[in-house]
């Protein structure tokens, strides 16, 4: 299982103090949620740390040119939301092709996974398990509004892994709290 840090600050500075603070051995990848930044020195970015690199502009189209100059920096990966109108020219090996739909399950694995992207990734709200693509699992981070966030059906199928993940979720964020208590993170 591998360990992605998520990074989601308010500045690029401040992303680049905390991607300093962590220690190599407490993860394995950095994913960067930079949507708030603008224009960032990606350079700066690739320099700051030697484990892998998933840039993330959630809810903002990501073109061409950002993907190439992101793999042109060294970023290992670019995050990419899925529409049904995208296109993608080049650098598919280096894309994680997502789509997020809290209302249910829209969009098409199938036509995402055409694309012959490094990774699909769907972050959905099923309704009913027919709705589920085959060999999917649920999660959820916890706690559920029961009925509301996800249907009970959904909820207490075999293809939930929701109590495991929240049960895994206690252990991960007591690991996150040792790790900001051994940071040394100047103001």
Request: proline share 7%; aromatic share 0%; hydrophobic share 45%.
């Given at each position: 299982m591998k360990l992605i840090v998520t990074i989601y600050e308010e500045t690029f500075d401040s992303a680049l103090r905390a991607i300093a603070a962590?220690?190599?051995a407490d993860h394995d990848m950095i994913e960067l949620r930079a949507e708030k930044f603008g224009a960032i020195d990606l350079n700066a970015l690739r320099a700051?740390?030697?484990?892998?690199?998933?840039?993330t502009h959630r809810?903002?189209?990501?073109?061409?040119?950002?993907?190439?100059?992101?793999?042109?920096?060294?970023?290992?990966?670019v995050d990419v939301e899925w529409h049904p109108s995208l296109t993608i020219e080049r650098f598919r090996e280096r894309i994680?092709?997502?789509?997020h739909d809290y209302e249910g399950v829209s969009g098409s694995i199938d036509a995402m996974r055409r694309f012959?992207?490094?990774?699909?990734k769907l972050a959905v709200t099923p309704k009913t398990l027919e709705l589920l693509p085959?060999?999917?699992?649920?999660?959820?981070?916890?706690?559920?509004n029961r009925g509301v966030e996800l249907s009970p059906e959904v909820l207490d199928s075999d293809r939930s892994l929701v109590m495991d993940q929240v049960d895994s979720?206690?252990?991960?964020?007591?690991?996150?709290?040792a790790l900001c208590l051994r940071a040394r993170v100047s103001a």
């Open positions: 962590l220690r190599d700051s740390t030697s484990k892998p690199i998933l840039l809810g903002m189209r990501v073109d061409d040119t950002l993907i190439e100059r992101a793999v042109s920096a060294g970023i290992d990966l994680v092709l997502s789509h012959g992207c490094a990774h699909v085959p060999g999917s699992v649920v999660l959820h981070p916890g706690p559920v979720g206690v252990a991960v964020r007591m690991a996150a709290l």
